[in-house]
């Protein structure tokens, strides 16, 4: 009963959203340690990324602008082949996706409580992809051809694709979201029953392996729901 007692207790702390600090405009406007952690988050990507692209060359290349450049083909070419041939337009919203959730991830490595372990977080990805998803369809067909494309491939299932638009969003959020919990369960119980050596091999596994695997899959199912729009 105590074990129990005790992995509810670090599951309700480690999800609890706590409150970083309080801007004091309109009556204070709240700004939560899931919103400070993806500021560092995006602060390391952008530094990274100038330092990256500092002083290029056309040729003589240095050996980070030969890393720069195989990050970039590398992740262009990924979700260049999730996409299709007329997805190009997203290939730069979809990496930044996958680099934030990765990096996200694997932060709790560095004694930071991961963004995606905060269910807002997840939930304004996903609502941001699938809004991307239906702007994509809308593009490419046209507000009418959009309209019309529920009631393929015939007007009876019109509800079902109608419903499908807010049931993608939900399976997104709740995936990374079940995951990323479903990860730090199976960490605390391993910790409480093996206390030395094995939780740091399984950490690795959950932090490292199990955090990209989690944005690899969110970026493909986003991009699959893109090609499906944009499709001819």
Not at 66 to 73: D, F, H, L, P, S
Not at 99 to 111: A, D, Q, T
Not at 124 to 150: D, H, N, Q, T, Y
Not at 161 to 189: D, H, T, Y
């Amino acid at each position: 009963m105590n074990t129990t007692n005790n992995i509810a207790d670090r599951i309700v702390k480690e999800l609890n959203v706590d409150t970083a600090f309080t801007i004091p405009i309109f009556g204070g406007i709240d700004i939560t340690e899931s919103v400070v952690i993806t500021w560092v988050v995006m602060a390391v990507l952008v530094l990274l990324s100038m330092w990256l692209t500092h002083d290029l060359k056309v040729d003589h290349i240095s050996k980070r602008q030969a890393a720069a450049e195989a990050i970039v083909t590398g992740l262009q070419n990924f979700v260049s082949d999730i996409l299709g041939p007329n997805g190009k337009p997203y290939v730069e919203y979809l990496s930044t996706v996958l680099l934030y959730i990765g990096l996200s991830n694997i932060i709790g490595m560095f004694g930071m409580k991961s963004p995606t372990k905060d269910l807002n977080v997840t939930a304004a990805l996903a609502i941001m992809s699938i809004v991307l998803v239906e702007v994509a369809g809308i593009r490419k067909r046209g507000v009418k051809g959009w309209a019309k494309s529920f009631a393929e491939p015939v007007a009876v299932i019109a509800p079902i694709n109608i419903m499908e638009v807010f049931i993608r969003p939900l399976s997104l959020c709740m995936r990374l979201f079940g995951n990323v919990l479903g990860s730090f369960v199976i960490m605390a119980l391993i910790e409480m029953f093996v206390p030395v050596g094995v939780p740091v091999i399984f950490s690795l596994y959950f932090d490292i392996f199990d955090g990209f695997i989690q944005a690899y899959v969110f970026v493909f199912l986003t991009g699959l729901f893109i090609r499906e729009a944009v499709d001819d």
